[in-house]
């Protein structure tokens, strides 16, 4: 199965699969509105207004699995990313990334290995997974790998089309 297959839910409750996004770069990340990493969602904005017009979405998957530190309605999440963070990029309902009920993306996500060869389950609030313009998964930076860190910040460069 495809990533771009999955069925998804807007933040909002709406169907949506990563194939709305077909042709784009995903930096696919679980956030969560209470955590010591959630200032992350500045560096993540910046990402989308950056590379957004070259080829990048950042896509947002609340995540209440790590000492409960996502534990918002969807409209509660919404007001804070956007009052707090000025977060212009799609937010998705809520998701399990470990677990029996580790959701579809996150089954087919941690399988690919980190930079240390390390597959498997997803350690904290705030791990990225880089996606090709072809759907296909091809990096993945643990939790407190800045968005703006060099090693990210190449990476979505290699998968970003060539400028004129």
């Known amino acids: 199965m495809s990533l771009y297959d999955i069925p998804l839910r807007t933040l909002e409750g709406e169907p949506a699969s990563l194939g709305d996004y077909k042709g784009r770069a995903l930096l696919i990340v679980n956030v969560a509105s209470k955590c010591g990493l959630t200032p992350q969602y500045e560096g993540l904005e910046r990402l989308q207004q950056r590379y957004g017009d070259r080829g990048l ?8 699995q790590f000492l409960g530190q996502e534990p918002g309605t969807a409209e509660e999440i919404r007001t804070f990313c956007s009052t707090t963070y000025g977060v212009s990029f799609p937010l998705f309902e809520k998701v399990e990334v470990n677990g029996e ?45 800045e968005p703006e860190a060099p090693e990210l910040l190449a ?7 060539a400028t004129a």
């Open 57 to 64: 979405t950042v896509l947002g998957f609340p995540c209440n």
């Open 101 to 145: 009920n580790r959701h579809p993306l996150y089954a087919e996500l941690v399988r690919l290995a980190d930079e240390d060869g390390e597959a498997g389950d997803v350690q904290w609030n705030f791990e990225k997974y880089l996606v090709s313009a072809e759907g296909e998964p091809v990096a993945r930076f643990r939790p407190r790998t």
């Open 155 to 161: 990476a979505i460069e290699d998968q970003l089309p």
